[in-house]
Nanobody
Framework: QVQLVESGGGLVQSGGSLRLSCAAS????????MGWYRQAPGKQRELVAA???????NYADSVKGRFTISRDNAKNTVYLQMNSLKPEDTAVYSC?????????WGQGTQVTVSS
């Protein structure tokens, strides 16, 4: 019973920054592992970053040192701070919530990075 709505995407130049937000409604948010995925045209969806209920994080090698995932359970929100953006970061970014066999997805937000 978690619904996810992403925001914060947009157009940014190389080297710029964006912060994505994923606002959750419903129950049991704090029990979910939260993740950010992205999918570029012609490519399969890939995990960008994830954070567990215990606060453990994991990042794709391509974004390590540039992106930071965090969560605020009091606000039912997960964030993805993206710095030093590159054109290859261009994709639709989607928020995911996982709890057992439950997998919930947001609608996605477009991030476009120009040279």
């Amino acid at each position: 019973q978690v619904q996810l709505v992403e925001s914060g995407g947009g157009l940014v130049q190389s080297g710029g920054s964006l912060r994505l937000s994923c606002a959750a409604s419903g129950s049991l948010f704090s029990d979910y592992t939260m993740g950010w995925y992205r999918q570029a045209p012609g490519k399969q969806r890939e995990l960008v970053a994830a954070i567990t209920r215990g606060g453990n994080t994991n990042y794709a090698d391509s974004v390590k040192g540039r992106f930071t995932i965090s969560r605020d359970n009091a606000k039912n929100t997960v964030y993805l701070q993206m710095n030093s953006l590159k054109p290859e970061d261009t994709a639709v970014y989607s928020c995911n919530a996982t709890f057992g066999i439950i997998h919930r997805w947001g609608q996605g937000t477009q991030v476009t990075v120009s040279s």
